[in-house]
Each structure stands twice: as C-alpha cells, then as structure tokens.
C-alpha cells in the first residue's frame, strides 16, 4: 500500500466549464458527461449552480440521483436562499457537498459587493454555517483570492473553518498568479492559519495566462490537496486547469509529487471526446494528453527511436489514458524503418532490399506533395511497385 496522501480531485466541468461561452449543455447531456466523470473516478462533481435557474436546480438534481460513486457538490454565493436550494438539489445524492463562496479581494469587496472586510467575515461565517444545517460536508472559497491580501485571507479562512467549512478552496479567479507566488501563498497559508489541519486546502486556477495547471502543481507540491479542474480544460474565459494534464503530470512524476490521485486514466480521451462532441468545442491537435497529435510521430529520427523502445520519445503510454495506440504518421519526415514496418504490418514484406529501395524512394516523392500518407496510399504504391516489375 503507498504511504503517500491523497490527492482529491474536484470536477467543475458541469458548473464553470458551462460557463465558457457558449457551451451550456442540456439536463440529459451533464447527466451523461457526469456518469463519464463517475467511470474517471472523480471524487466530487460540481454539477451546477442550482439557484442560478431552474434548469441547473433540475441538472444538478439528476446528476445527484444518477452518480453513486462520486460526491456531488453544488455551488452557492454566501447568500441563505442559494445555499438553501443547493441542499433540496442534492438531497437525493448519495454523498453532497455544499460549496458556498464570497469574494475577498480589495477590488471585489469594494467595487463589487460594496461590502467592508468585516461584513465579508461575517457573511461568510453565516454562510458556512447555514450550509452545515443540510450537510457536514462544506466547502467555503475566497473568490479572486489569488489578488486578495494574506493577512485577510488568514483570518476569513479560520473562521470559515471554525464555522465548520471542511475543505477551503483558494481561487485564482482571473489567473493573475504565478507559480513560485501561488504555492507560496498556499504554503504561508497551511503555515500562518492555527486551525488549518482542520481541512483539505484546495486550489481552483484560471488559465488565463496559461498558468493553470503549473499554478496548480505548485501549490500541490506546497500542501494543497484537492485540485479544481476541468475536461480539456473548458472553463470561463481562457479555462480552467485541465483534469488530464494535472492527472497526467502527478501521474507521471510521481518522484516529484507527494500525493497520488485516483483517477482511473483510460477513462480520459473518452471523457475529453464526450465533452468534446456535446460542447462543439474541439481539442486543438496539439493538446497535451488528448489531442490527436499527442501520441503522434512523424520524424525519422524519431520513429527509428521508438521503434527501437518507446521511451526514446515517450513519458507516458498512449494506451494509459485511452487511446488506442500511439501512432507513427507516414510523411516526408518518416525513416525508411518506419516504412519497412508499417508496411510488414501491413503484411507486405519485400523480397530484396533494391525492391524496399524502389518503394521507399517512391513513398519519398509522394510524401512531398502530400502531408500524412494513409495506408491506403501505401497499399496502392508498393502494388504500383509490384506491377511494374
Ligand atoms: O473562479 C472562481 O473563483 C470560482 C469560484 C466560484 C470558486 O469559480
Ligand atoms: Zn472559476
């Protein structure tokens, strides 16, 4: 059994993912994403906010009689009539969690709320508390606490734990941070608050510096543990940290990391797929993890390499996270080894090395006016080859 802690890893696809212009999703299609996340093993699925509409009331409703595996949260500002109807959401679930937030931030109280630091402490106290009358399992976030002062966030987050809050979220709301400054904070923070043994600190990153994920990491390596992200890293704005690449990252790092997550990874490209299709928002070729080029070759170099032993050129295998197989794309770069196995898979297997010769200098011209050379095209040209001897 490993000694290391768990890392608990927290969906939000369903809930800010939704957020992302123009990709909200019907009752029926967050139930069918959330039994994806559930097949991922995902720990807790935010699935909506259930006082932003009776829609999402209804989806988050479904989802929390449709999941058993996985905790399902909802989220509410700290404000008693959103934490009220998250509680009557979840009441069918088989393990809630209430997730109730207020901003903390200089800029946010002021021009915002138009509230004073104190009056936010007091909110959020009551807020806590009102949750811990549906649920013992609460969750309480600093909105834009990546820009919020730390000797205020100190003391909001101890007394939203002496209120009963069990896992604290720090958000950086409009990813502003970077990754020394955040897992400094989180480390200051487990350090400076007297009651913070008490939760599971977790951390929410906004990519809009493309920091998401590293932001993260960094705090994970200084204490947090519990990761907020989403599938392909769908999110408000510029997204969210990406389950796969945080997964993934402790996964394969395991020398670096002192946690492990529970994610079951040959779930992930089905999930990404699914989000994927529903959202209409398609996965960039090159994407870490799930893109289509992600476990592609192209080079000589490389394919020779890897033919030779895959960890030449790969960290990780395609097959852990739900692809099929990694693949060797036939193009102008490819080697002449790549060629002679492709094409004996393709059960062709030349009698001399001029006729692999031929071919291979004919394959050469073709892959000059054209990008990825199929197998069709390979089975035509090695039978053109033959048929002109
Ligand atoms: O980005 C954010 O601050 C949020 C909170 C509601 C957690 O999504
Ligand atoms: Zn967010």
């Known amino acids: 059994m490993s000694q290391k802690d768990k890392l608990i890893v927290f969906d939000t696809t369903l809930r800010d993912g939704e957020q992302s212009p123009g990709a909200s999703m019907t009752l029926d299609e967050k139930v069918r994403i959330a039994k994806s996340l559930e097949r991922l093993r995902v720990?807790?699925?935010e699935?909506?906010?259930?006082?932003?509409?009776?829609?999402?009331?209804e989806s988050v409703r479904a989802v929390a009689r449709s999941v058993r595996e996985s905790t399902i949260c909802g989220l509410a500002r700290a404000i008693n009539?959103?934490?009220?109807?998250?509680?009557e959401a979840l009441?069918?679930?088989?393990?809630?969690?209430?997730?109730?937030?207020?901003?903390?931030?200089?800029?946010?109280?002021?021009?915002?709320?138009r509230m004073s630091p104190e009056e936010v402490v007091e909110r959020a106290v009551a807020a806590v508390k009102r949750a811990r009358k549906w649920t013992d399992n609460v969750e309480f976030s600093c909105e834009d606490a990546g820009r919020s002062e730390l000797d205020y966030l100190c003391r909001v987050i101890e007394q939203a734990i002496k209120a009963g809050a069990r896992t604290i979220n720090i958000p950086d709301t409009v990813g502003y941070n970077v990754p020394s400054q955040f897992g400094e904070t989180i480390r200051q923070l487990l350090e400076r608050i007297p009651n913070a043994d008490q939760a599971v600190f977790s951390v929410h990153c906004h990519n809009d510096l493309g920091l998401a994920v590293a932001n993260s990491l960094e705090a994970v390596i200084n204490g947090a543990r519990q990761v907020e992200c989403t599938i392909n890293g769908l999110g408000e704005r510029a997204g969210n940290a990406s389950l796969e690449e945080l997964v993934m990252a402790v996964r394969t790092r395991q020398d670096v990391f002192p946690c492990e997550t529970h994610i079951y990874t040959p779930e992930i490209v089905p999930a990404s797929r699914l989000v994927s299709s529903i959202t209409g928002f398609a996965v960039q070729p090159n994407k870490a993890i799930v893109g289509a080029n992600a476990f592609a070759h192209e080079s000589g170099i490389h394919q020779d390499g890897m033919l030779k032993n895959r960890e030449t050129y790969e960290i990780m295998r395609?097959?852990?996270?739900?692809?099929?197989t990694n693949k060797m794309v036939m193009g102008k770069h490819s080697g002449r080894n790549a060629f002679k196995t492709r094409l004996e898979e393709l059960g062709v297997n030349f009698e001399t090395n001029e006729e692999l010769n031929g071919a291979f200098a004919r394959f050469k011209e073709l892959a000059d006016k054209k990008h990825e050379i199929f197998d069709e095209d390979l089975q035509a040209l090695v039978s053109e080859t033959q048929h002109e001897k």
């Open 43 to 45: 720990d807790v699925i």
């Open 47 to 57: 699935a909506g906010f259930p006082n932003a509409s009776q829609g999402d009331f």
């Open 81 to 87: 009539s959103d934490i009220d109807r998250c509680g």
């Open 91 to 113: 009441a069918d679930a088989e393990s809630a969690r209430i997730h109730t937030f207020i901003a903390t931030s200089p800029i946010h109280m002021q021009q915002k709320l």
């Open 318 to 324: 395609a097959e852990d996270v739900g692809w099929k």
